[in-house]
């Protein structure tokens, strides 16, 4: 069984950053493909950003690109969120998800690709 643990949240001033980690245990990350999604209060659940198992592919959402970066260190068994230049409308509970598949043609990065889900960390933008 696939267990993956968020760190990192927290609260954080518009302009600026935070980088998110995705620590998983039981299962080797290096099979899966990974993302990160998020939720806002009475928002539906939507992708962030995705890469591929072996780190040859990444998808970001139009809103995200240019200022969030996904990457993935496999022998940490970990995935990463950076995320710059942080605007209220990114308040959200961020999750960590392995993905059950991957298109290396047409990656996309939407809920209904993940597998297995970490407890999600909470992102404020506030000033």
């Known amino acids: 069984q696939l267990v993956l643990v968020e760190s990192g949240g927290g609260l954080v001033q518009p302009g600026g950053s935070l980088r998110l980690s995705c620590v998983a245990s039981?299962?080797?990350?290096?099979?899966?493909?990974m993302g990160w999604f998020r939720q806002a209060p009475g928002k539906e659940r939507e992708g962030v950003s995705c890469?591929?198992?072996?780190?040859?592919?990444?998808y970001s959402e139009d809103s995200v690109k240019g200022r969030f970066t996904i990457s993935r260190d496999n022998a940490k068994n970990t995935v990463y969120l950076q995320m710059n230049s942080l605007t209220p409308d990114d308040t959200a509970v961020y999750y960590c998800?392995?993905?059950?598949?991957?298109?290396?043609?047409?990656?996309?990065?939407?809920?209904?690709?993940?597998?297995?889900w970490g407890q999600g960390i909470q992102v404020t933008v506030s000033s």
């Open positions: 998800a392995a993905l059950d598949w991957w298109s290396t043609d047409r990656p996309t990065c939407v809920v209904s690709q993940g597998r297995y």
């Open positions: 039981g299962v080797s990350l290096h099979y899966y493909a």
């Open positions: 890469i591929s198992n072996s780190d040859e592919g990444t």
